[in-house]
């Protein structure tokens, strides 16, 4: 059973570029999570759908980010406009029903230049 | 202000000795604790976890102390091995709905031979 894969692992983008990180959960889990870790901040949540409908986008920055969950396959978050501030590893969570247990796939590196 | 505190903030012990890492909380509303172990370039991994009715919880070389009235847990590594070192997260969530994963900024982990 493969676990959450996350693609991809590194990404580099250019100042004003935009960035697309793939999530896809466990099979038959119904809660994705994302969160972002840097040295400074640590680990902060970001969003959280359960059965593909956003539940809370308390941690996701006002502008240029956005996450969606297109199927209980996969779930994307979009950065727009890209800034060196945005660096960091981000990680995708899934449980299998929300509440308990999250499993989180390898992060993906984004280095804004 | 930082609702999930750890300490020490690193921590070295010898091969075979136990680690003992801390951690407390703000927030009354936290019902779940879990714990995670990350090693460079990986996810955080899931380790132990533990519900605000439990006082212990044990996983092999793995334990839990809860306590409610303090809001204090800690976690304690029998027989460390050198194969733990790593960093550790100390988590908590209020459960339910709201299922979202509030992060300690960590201990990271030496065990020396």
């Known amino acids: 059973n493969a676990g959450v894969i996350q693609t991809p692992r590194h990404k580099v983008t250019g100042k004003g570029q935009e960035a697309t990180l793939w999530c896809e959960p466990i099979s038959g889990h119904s809660a994705v999570f994302w969160y972002r870790q840097t040295i400074v901040q640590g680990l902060e949540f970001l969003t959280y759908?359960?059965?593909?409908?956003?539940?809370?986008d308390s941690g996701m920055p006002k502008e240029r980010f956005s996450a969606q969950m297109p199927n209980q396959s996969h779930s994307t978050l979009k950065i727009q406009s890209t800034q060196p501030q945005d660096s960091a590893v981000y990680l995708c969570?899934?449980?299998?029903?929300?509440?308990?247990?999250?499993?989180f796939g390898p992060g993906t590196r984004l280095t804004v230049l | 202000q930082q609702q999930v505190r750890q300490s020490p903030q690193s921590l070295t012990v010898w091969e075979g000795e136990t680690a003992i890492l801390n951690c407390s909380y703000e927030?009354?509303?936290?019902?779940?604790f879990p714990w995670y172990q990350q090693f460079p370039g990986e996810g955080p991994a899931l380790l132990i976890s533990i519900l605000s009715v439990s006082n212990k919880k044990e996983d092999g070389r793995f334990t839990i102390f809860f306590n409610k009235r303090e809001k204090k847990l800690s976690l304690h590594i029998a027989d460390s091995q050198p194969g733990d070192s790593a960093t550790y997260f100390c988590?908590?969530?209020?459960?339910?709905?709201?299922?979202?994963?509030?992060f300690g900024k960590g201990t990271k982990l030496s065990v020396k031979s």
């Open positions: 988590a908590a969530s209020e459960g339910g709905s709201n299922a979202k994963l509030t």
């Open positions: 969570a899934s449980s299998l029903m929300g509440g308990g247990e999250q499993y």
């Open positions: 927030n009354s509303a936290f019902d779940y």
């Open positions: 759908f359960r059965n593909q409908a956003p539940i809370d």
